[in-house]
């Protein structure tokens, strides 16, 4: 079967089509056949740290149930699921736990939406989630909106009726104002630093702003919220917090089925939808991680087993 897997390439790590044996499912292991995969700034931050030659490539996946492991009894041939799967999601067929981060996907939703909100949806939930429950409307400035993340950040918060404020360049105000972007600011041209003390909570979904900065700027008992990963900056973060009393969250993503399930309930009600940057043959595969590497993507980037 084929699958998608890293392969050094001229010093640098790069994605190729291959052959692999076909899997089968253990005992309590479902068989589904892929259909869509999101290729994410996380796959690649995975590639950077040096991930092995011959791995294959992706952790998330749609696709449908075709065979079952003994002891799996809540799924059937033909259900339509989506989930997480650490050990490389970009094949033809993958064998998951029934334990898993696995979800079936209700009718009024697509492979392509579903696989659509698994990464975005899910980091934004882990960062942002204790925010739906503030019973007073927030004022929040989101950097780098049209982002994967940070699409889905805009629309939660403004599925829970906070005001949001929309940074990135002026090309995709359009799509931010038709996600209910109360304004937007363009970082290519103002120096959004002037209007970072307006804000009860500036969440960083493109991890790009200078976390001493934005700290000095903002107000006293407001949120820094960023997907920046920097060990670096602790020491720094903790003075930012006894000096300014800016309460500083960052950390690595976790994801959990109970976040597919309120992102699903979401959808069902209007309160979210998938946005595709662009969808690729698997044969074309190199041309999705040149645009996941670009830095310029609007939302996902869905690699289709099915064209
Ligand atoms: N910590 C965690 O667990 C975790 C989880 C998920 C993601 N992440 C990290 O979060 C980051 C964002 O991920 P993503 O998939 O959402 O990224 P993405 O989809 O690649 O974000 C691209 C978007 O960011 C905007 N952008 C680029 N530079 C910007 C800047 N300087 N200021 C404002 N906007 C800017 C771009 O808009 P323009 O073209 O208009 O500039 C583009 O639309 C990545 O670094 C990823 O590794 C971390």
């Known amino acids: 079967m084929k699958a998608i897997s890293v392969i050094d390439k001229d010093n640098d790590k790069e994605l190729a089509l291959v052959e692999v044996f076909d899997v089968q499912p253990a005992k309590y292991e479902i068989k589904v056949k892929v259909k869509k995969v999101p290729l994410t700034t996380g796959d690649v ?3 950077r740290m040096g991930s092995k030659k011959n791995k294959i490539v992706g952790q998330f996946y749609a696709g449908e149930v075709v065979s079952l492991g003994n002891g799996v009894d809540e799924y059937n041939i033909g259900d339509r699921v989506c989930g997480l799967h650490k050990n490389g999601t970009l094949s033809e067929f993958i064998c998951v736990s029934n334990e898993s981060i696995i979800h079936q996907i209700p009718d009024d939703i697509s492979y392509e939406g579903a696989v659509s909100l698994l990464f975005g949806g899910s980091a934004a939930l882990y ?6 429950s503030m019973n007073r409307k927030l004022w929040i400035l989101i950097n780098g909106a049209s982002g994967e993340v940070g ?20 090309k995709n105000f359009a799509i931010l104002e038709q996600f ?16 970072l003390d307006q804000f009860d909570v500036v969440f960083d979904a493109v991890g790009k702003l200078n976390v001493h900065r934005t700290v000095a700027h903002m107000s006293k008992d407001s949120d820094f919220i960023t997907t920046h990963v920097g060990v670096e900056l602790i020491g720094t973060l903790l003075k930012s917090w006894l000096v300014k009393s800016v309460r500083i969250k960052m950390g ?9 399930e309120t992102l699903f309930e979401l959808y069902s ?6 946005v595709i940057d662009s969808r690729v043959a698997l044969k074309e595969v190199s041309k999705a991680l040149d645009r996941v590497k670009s830095g310029a993507k609007v939302g996902t980037v869905i690699i289709d087993f099915e064209n």
Do not use: P, W
């Open 180 to 195: 209910g972007a109360d304004r937007c600011i363009d970082y290519t041209q103002e120096n959004i630093e002037e209007y």
């Open 252 to 260: 690595i993503a976790s994801f959990k089925k109970e976040d597919i």
């Open 269 to 274: 009600v209007g309160g979210i939808r998938e």
């Open 127 to 132: 960062f942002l989630k204790k925010l739906a």
């Open 45 to 47: 931050a995975l590639m």
């Open 151 to 170: 699409l889905l950040a805009l629309q939660l918060m403004k599925a829970y009726g906070h005001n949001v404020t929309a940074v990135s360049s002026a």
